[in-house]
């Protein structure tokens, strides 16, 4: 069955940097967009931005632009999200999805989550 | 940017009973080409992954108890449960996927009075 199986979770200092994995199994991994997004304490879900594994094509949310890098091993089927200069307003739980067989956008599966913490 | 806003941010309803929950866009999500609004529902429970509960403003997703209902166009959606169950305790999360950035409501908490 589809899976989306995330990293574990980090516990990082300011300023330092995080590299958070996504493999993807059951479904073809090229086929669907990686979206990234966080749940933040008190402030709900957020979108981050996503990636097309097939032709590594990326977009970003702004507020994240330019700290933020989504990439992908087709091999390995597996999306990873770098995010870099990290302040303690990151600490949220991580999380990959994809709209399978739906319209982009509509997240039908979701990784389990990975927790960053920054303190 | 669209911004979703969802009231209230918090209710308390006996089991059995009827919990509605609101939505509201900054602009219209309704895309006349395809006469569908690009709007879903997502149930989160603590320590769990999301879970999609409706796309298209009213579509339930595959698995999903007929309790759960939705409805609204354009600008304003309601999420609905009919018969609330203990295990419908949740934060319930709507998102519109018209355009990017996807943007969620802040979140309507959901428990047994």
């Known amino acids: 069955q589809l899976q989306l199986v995330q990293s574990g979770s980090e516990v990082k200092k300011p300023g330092a940097s995080v590299k958070v994995s996504c493999k993807g199994s059951g479904y073809t991994f090229a086929g669907y967009k990686m979206h990234w997004l966080r749940h933040v304490p008190g402030q709900g879900l957020q979108w981050m931005g996503a990636?097309?594994?097939?032709?590594?094509?990326?977009n970003y949310a702004q507020r994240l632009k330019g700290r933020v890098t989504m990439t992908s091993d087709t091999a390995l089927n597996t999306a990873f999200m770098e995010l870099r200069r990290l302040e303690p307003d990151d600490t949220a739980v991580y999380y990959c999805?994809?709209?399978?067989?739906?319209?982009?956008?509509?997240?039908?599966?979701w990784g389990q989550g990975t927790l960053v913490s920054v303190s | 940017d669209i911004v979703m806003t969802q009231s209230p941010d918090s209710l308390a309803v006996s089991l059995g009973e009827r919990a509605t929950i609101t939505c509201r866009s900054s602009q219209n999500l309704f895309y006349s080409f395809n006469n569908k609004n690009y709007l879903a529902w997502y149930q989160h429970k603590s320590g769990q992954r999301p879970k999609l509960l409706l796309y298209?403003?009213?579509t339930r997703a595959s698995g999903v108890p007929d309790r759960f209902s939705g409805s609204g166009s354009g600008t304003d959606f309601t999420l609905t449960i009919s018969r609330l169950q203990p295990e419908d305790v949740a934060v319930y999360f709507c998102?519109?996927?018209?355009?990017?950035?996807?943007?969620f409501g802040q979140g309507t908490k959901v428990e047994v009075k």
């Open positions: 998102q519109q996927y018209y355009s990017t950035p996807r943007t």
């Open positions: 990636m097309n594994p097939e032709s590594g094509g990326t």
């Open positions: 298209w403003s009213s």
């Open positions: 999805a994809i709209s399978w067989t739906l319209e982009d956008g509509i997240f039908n599966f």
